[in-house]
């Protein structure tokens, strides 16, 4: 059963009505928790953080060009629960790797230089790649999976700390849907946050930050010119920006989320949904955020 068929039959014989139910599901997402070490959240290992990865015995290690980029962890695809319209590859294994500080520092139209997503087909040959740097290396620990759901950030951030748009859209969505804190609910119940800090997040949406980054990044290659010429007016610009962010709301899925180096960066990857189904991860966009 898909997760949201389970939903909608939890909803039903809860009352709740069947076309709020389903202008919900159009906004209801799941995410992979990766949780602890292996077998701490009750499940078998899906993947490990740090340590060094397995690559191909015929292949490049992965670089930004002058040095090799550090990994962060790697997924065993097979292993991964299924999650309706995240289309992560079936088998084979997915390897992240990410210089933190220099994605972090670089131009935003530079988000692709320090990070790597790479799928390894199964049935490669591998071996465990010697490190560069030793002192680089994290500590290696296998990481299990949960089910948790996801939701736009306007309706799970407190309305004092909502941007205009996650306003607005938190409005539309409460006007569609008057039983919207029973449905929330409800997904909270069916897919509860497990406790304690987790390494890391698969899928669901990217956070507000990212997607305003994204819908500007689009527009100012749409808009060169206007801009070029100061045509653009600042109201124009938020208005664009706003109807832009819509679109990638709904177009862009976080592809991973994880903390580094003490917890005082974020990693963030976010893919387009057509871009993951089609396996084109280099297509993926990193922005690194610092946490203090």
């Not at 014989?13 to 599901?25: G, M």
């Not at 992965?62 to 079936?90: E, M, T, Y």
């Not at 790479?118 to 010697?130: F, L, N």
């Amino acid at each position: 059963m898909s997760h949201r068929e389970q939903f909608r039959r939890a909803a039903l014989a809860s009352n709740l009505p069947d076309d709020e139910v389903s202008r919900f599901l159009g906004h209801l997402r799941l995410s992979i928790r990766l949780g602890g070490l292996a077998g701490s959240d009750g499940g078998a290992p899906v993947g490990r953080f740090g340590g060094s990865p397995r690559l191909p015995v015929e292949g490049d290690r992965q670089s930004d060009g002058f040095s090799h980029l550090p990994f962060i962890f790697s997924l065993d695809c097979a292993a991964l629960p299924r999650v309706d319209g995240f289309d992560l590859p079936v088998d084979g294994s997915l390897l992240f790797f990410l210089d933190h500080e220099q994605d972090h520092e670089a131009p935003r139209t530079r988000s692709r230089q320090y990070a790597r997503v790479v799928h390894i087909p199964a049935g490669t040959e591998t071996a465990v790649a010697a490190p560069s740097n030793p002192e680089l290396v994290g500590e290696q620990y296998d990481v299990s999976a949960t089910l948790v759901a996801s939701l736009p950030d306007g309706l799970t951030t407190d309305e004092e700390d909502m941007t205009l748009f996650q306003q607005q859209l938190a409005r539309e969505l409460r006007s569609d849907m008057p039983h919207l804190d029973e449905l929330c609910a409800l997904a909270d119940e069916l897919w509860p946050s497990s406790e304690g800090l987790p390494s890391g997040y698969l899928g669901g949406y990217p956070d507000d930050e990212v997607i305003r980054a994204i819908a500007e990044r689009i527009i100012n290659g749409r808009e060169r010119e206007k801009i070029r010429e100061r045509t653009l007016q600042r109201a124009d610009w938020r208005s664009l920006v706003r109807e832009e962010q819509r679109r990638v709301t709904n177009e862009w899925t976080s592809l991973a989320t994880f903390l580094l180096d003490a917890d005082l960066y974020f990693g963030r990857f976010s893919i387009r949904h057509d871009d993951l189904a089609a396996g084109r991860l280099d297509k993926a966009l990193s922005l690194t955020r610092f946490t203090e």
